[in-house]
């Protein structure tokens, strides 16, 4: 799913949409510090499916929301500030859009991966749930002297998502039909004040909506009364997101994981790379510039099992059906409902990451044929 469950013991906190949750019939499961719907009535399969061919309606209001504001008013210095944190150009997002992004560490690992959009003023991070509390002090420890760093814990997050969307939102936001992906910033939805940004976790045309929290339920039932659009659980999430051949973090990569291991160079851009105006200056640069000019001794590469049989996390990669020695292991899998098939994730080494490579998982004792794939699984539908 979209992030590590949080232990049964610890507390739970709810979203604001909670009690509609449970009104709707969804399965609650702990999920990240939160109680969260796994799924309503119609099951995993005909939500996944539902996205895909009209609209879903997911709550990921679990995620962290955060403001950097500037002390200078300017915002190229909260921009240049939090370079410092991470291997993406900031400076160079435009007003009005928004950019992928990973914290790391002194290691070159993957601290947290979030979204960083420049609001004209301030810049607005969305970061994973179980990561949310670690990241605000990263900012607070690293930008202070520029930023304020305001954590936005009164609101909530939508994601509309599926190719009904935009038609779906445009009857309660004029300017919806006309953003482009990755376009973020302030709009009027249904007459609320929210933050809109053309993005999404499922490889789908959609949107994620931040509310304010006590105006959450109502923009939701608004948008769920469109007969185009469905309420999604976690389950179909986590399905969808993985045919999208999409990073779960704390899955597909972590602390103990590089940008370029996990083929994630297309998120790094020049200017940040050796030879670059900015090049290094984040934490691990040393280390993830190298492996750019060098190449990596490993790579997450998508994986297409042979049979009908999913190939789950946590299973063993080897080269050959007979040999005794591992040299992988699957991050992510599952069956894709799109597909009518299984599809996983996995690290290789980049010796074995060609496309069409051979290689074999265990799976309760079997040894299962898979092939190294190109990802996505199913093509996105982004409008850019």
Same mark, same amino acid.
């Given at each position: 799913?979209?992030?590590?469950?949080?232990?049964?013991?610890?507390?739970?906190?709810?979203?604001?949409?909670?009690?509609?949750?449970?009104?709707?019939?969804?399965?609650?499961?702990?999920? =990240?510090?939160?109680?969260?719907?796994?799924?309503?009535?119609?099951?995993?399969?005909?939500?996944?499916?539902?996205?895909?061919?009209?609209?879903?309606?997911?709550?990921?209001?679990?995620?962290?929301?955060?403001?950097?504001?500037?002390?200078?008013?300017?915002?190229?210095?909260?921009?240049?500030?939090?370079?410092?944190?991470?291997?993406?150009?900031?400076?160079?997002?435009?007003?009005?859009?928004?950019?992928?992004?990973?914290?790391?560490?002194?290691?070159?690992?993957?601290?947290?991966?979030?979204?960083?959009?420049?609001?004209?003023?301030?810049?607005?991070?969305?970061?994973?749930? =179980?990561?949310?509390?670690? @990241?605000?002090?990263?900012?607070?420890?690293?930008?202070?002297?520029?930023?304020?760093?305001?954590?936005?814990?009164?609101?909530?997050?939508?994601?509309?998502?599926?190719?009904?969307?935009?038609?779906?939102?445009?009857?309660?936001?004029?300017? =919806?039909?006309?953003?482009?992906?990755?376009?973020?910033? /302030?709009?009027?939805?249904?007459?609320?004040?929210?933050?809109?940004?053309?993005?999404?976790?499922?490889?789908? @045309?959609?949107?994620?909506?931040?509310?304010?929290?006590?105006?959450?339920?109502?923009?939701?039932?608004?948008?769920?009364?469109?007969?185009?659009?469905? /309420?999604?659980?976690?389950?179909?999430?986590?399905?969808?997101?993985?045919?999208?051949?999409?990073?779960?973090?704390?899955?597909?990569?972590?602390?103990?994981?590089?940008?370029?291991?996990?083929?994630?160079?297309?998120?790094?851009?020049?200017?940040?790379?050796?030879?670059?105006?900015?090049?290094?200056?984040?934490?691990?640069?040393?280390?993830?510039?190298?492996?750019?000019?060098?190449?990596?001794?490993?790579?997450?590469?998508?994986?297409?099992?042979?049979?009908?049989?999913?190939?789950?996390?946590? =299973?063993?990669?080897?080269?050959?059906?007979?040999?005794?020695?591992?040299?992988?292991?699957?991050?992510?899998?599952?069956?894709?409902?799109?597909?009518?098939?299984?599809?996983?994730?996995?690290?290789?080494?980049?010796?074995?990451?060609?496309?069409?490579?051979?290689?074999?998982?265990?799976?309760?004792?079997?040894?299962?044929?898979?092939?190294?794939?190109?990802?996505?699984?199913?093509?996105?539908?982004?409008?850019?």
């Amino acid at each position: 799913m979209a992030e590590p469950a949080a232990a049964l013991s610890t507390p739970l906190h709810r979203t604001p949409l909670h009690a509609l949750h449970v009104s709707l019939g969804g399965k609650m499961v702990p999920f =990240a510090g939160y109680e969260m719907p796994v799924q309503y009535a119609p099951g995993v399969l005909k939500e996944h499916l539902h996205t895909r061919s009209h609209a879903g309606l997911f709550d990921v209001s679990h995620m962290g929301q955060v403001a950097l504001l500037p002390k200078s008013g300017k915002v190229a210095d909260a921009a240049a500030a939090l370079e410092r944190l991470v291997p993406q150009d900031i400076v160079g997002i435009p007003a009005g859009r928004q950019r992928y992004a990973q914290f790391t560490n002194a290691e070159g690992g993957i601290l947290d991966d979030l979204m960083v959009a420049n609001f004209g003023e301030h810049l607005v991070l969305v970061v994973n749930a =179980a990561c949310k509390e670690a @990241d605000v002090n990263l900012l607070r420890d690293g930008l202070s002297d520029v930023c304020e760093v305001q954590p936005l814990a009164d609101r909530a997050l939508l994601a509309l998502q599926g190719p009904k969307a935009a038609s779906v939102l445009a009857k309660f936001c004029a300017e =919806a039909e006309g953003m482009r992906f990755m376009d973020a910033g /302030p709009r009027a939805v249904d007459g609320l004040a929210c933050y809109v940004s053309r993005s999404g976790y499922t490889g789908e @045309d959609g949107y994620e909506i931040s509310v304010p929290a006590d105006q959450a339920e109502q923009l939701a039932e608004a948008l769920l009364s469109d007969k185009d659009v469905l /309420p999604i659980g976690l389950g179909a999430r986590d399905s969808l997101r993985l045919e999208a051949g999409l990073c779960l973090y704390g899955h597909d990569i972590d602390t103990g994981t590089t940008p370029v291991e996990a083929a994630l160079e297309w998120s790094v851009q020049k200017v940040r790379r050796s030879g670059g105006a900015r090049a290094g200056g984040f934490p691990g640069a040393a280390k993830i510039l190298a492996q750019f000019d060098g190449g990596a001794a490993r790579r997450r590469v998508g994986l297409r099992p042979e049979g009908r049989a999913p190939v789950r996390e946590g =299973a063993t990669l080897f080269a050959t059906a007979g040999s005794a020695e591992p040299v992988g292991q699957v991050t992510s899998g599952g069956f894709g409902p799109t597909l009518n098939a299984p599809v996983a994730m996995g690290y290789v080494p980049t010796a074995l990451a060609a496309l069409d490579t051979q290689l074999f998982a265990d799976v309760r004792g079997q040894r299962l044929p898979l092939r190294v794939a190109v990802t996505p699984f199913v093509p996105n539908t982004y409008k850019r």
